[in-house]
């Protein structure tokens, strides 16, 4: 009932707020005892305080914090991965990343490196390509980091989607010229033959101000920008 959650949530609090006085000195013993404890806030505590350690807070910790990946409480699988992300284990994170709810994404994604292997990059491609416009807008930001010409290739895709970012097309269009990549031109220019009018006029528009040609968004510029890229491709 109520009382009885209200009165447990309020004894997990105390036990919070001596771990978080004592966790300095006492260090990673302390906070691996605590992930033992059964509520799910004071074991998210004591996992962000071992990611605060960083690497040093050694391979306990890492196998500690693993099986809490699988948990079924979102906040605290959020802590763990942003914990295992701090002490430089990023594929244990990464091989759940991309099936996970979209709270875990939206929060995670922020927390990846800025440099990752190429299988690393993948995932963030895909995630790119999500439904959830937030999701997608994390990974784009995260990919132009990570991998500029990969994040120019798959704007326009993003560009082009029915969900998701198709609300912010103008802003994705202003940040591919901002770019300037080449890599990101050939699907641009596939964007010309888009089913959806308003794309195909956006995507003459965008690569229009890439290579410094004056197109419109109309129907006659997207016909102009096809027959300039038949020229150029």
Same mark, same amino acid.
């Given at each position: 009932d %109520?009382?009885t959650? !209200? +009165?447990?949530? /309020?004894?997990?609090?105390?036990v919070l707020?001596e771990?978080?006085s004592q966790?300095?000195?006492t &260090? =990673?013993?302390? !906070?691996?005892?605590?992930?033992?404890h059964p509520?799910?806030?004071?074991?998210s505590? !004591?996992a962000?305080?071992l990611?605060? #350690?960083?690497k040093d807070? &050694?391979p306990a910790? %890492?196998? $500690?914090?693993?099986?809490?990946?699988k948990?079924r409480?979102?906040?605290?699988?959020i802590?763990? @991965?942003k914990a295992?992300l701090q #002490?430089?284990?990023? *594929?244990?994170?990464?091989?759940v990343?991309?099936?996970?709810?979209?709270?875990?994404? %939206?929060q995670?994604l922020? @927390?990846?490196p800025?440099q990752m292997?190429? $299988?690393? %990059?993948?995932?963030? =491609?895909?995630? +790119?390509?999500s439904?959830?416009? /937030?999701?997608?807008i994390?990974?784009? /930001?995260?990919? #132009?980091?990570l991998d500029r010409?990969a994040?120019?290739?798959?704007?326009p895709?993003?560009? &082009?989607a *029915?969900?998701?970012?198709k609300r912010?097309r103008g #802003?994705?269009a202003h940040?591919?010229?901002?770019m300037? *990549?080449?890599a990101g031109l050939p699907?641009?220019?596939?964007?010309?033959?888009?089913?959806d009018? *308003?794309?195909?006029?956006l +995507?003459?528009h965008?690569l229009g101000r890439?290579?410094?040609q004056?197109? +419109?968004?109309e129907?006659?510029d997207?016909?102009?920008a096809?027959?300039w890229? $038949?020229?150029?491709?």
């Amino acid at each position: 009932d %109520i009382p009885t959650r !209200a +009165a447990s949530n /309020q004894a997990a609090l105390a036990v919070l707020q001596e771990a978080v006085s004592q966790l300095a000195s006492t &260090g =990673v013993d302390r !906070a691996l005892s605590l992930l033992k404890h059964p509520n799910w806030r004071v074991k998210s505590a !004591a996992a962000e305080g071992l990611g605060g #350690m960083g690497k040093d807070a &050694g391979p306990a910790a %890492i196998e $500690a914090l693993l099986p809490l990946l699988k948990d079924r409480i979102v906040p605290l699988r959020i802590s763990a @991965a942003k914990a295992l992300l701090q #002490m430089g284990k990023v *594929e244990p994170v990464l091989a759940v990343l991309e099936g996970e709810a979209t709270l875990f994404q %939206i929060q995670v994604l922020p @927390a990846l490196p800025e440099q990752m292997d190429a $299988a690393g %990059i993948q995932s963030v =491609v895909r995630l +790119a390509k999500s439904s959830d416009w /937030q999701v997608q807008i994390l990974a784009f /930001q995260r990919l #132009m980091k990570l991998d500029r010409r990969a994040a120019a290739v798959c704007g326009p895709e993003l560009l &082009g989607a *029915e969900t998701g970012m198709k609300r912010f097309r103008g #802003m994705l269009a202003h940040v591919l010229v901002s770019m300037k *990549e080449p890599a990101g031109l050939p699907p641009l220019a596939a964007l010309l033959d888009h089913q959806d009018p *308003e794309v195909r006029g956006l +995507a003459a528009h965008t690569l229009g101000r890439i290579v410094s040609q004056k197109w +419109a968004r109309e129907e006659k510029d997207v016909a102009s920008a096809k027959a300039w890229w $038949a020229q150029h491709k």
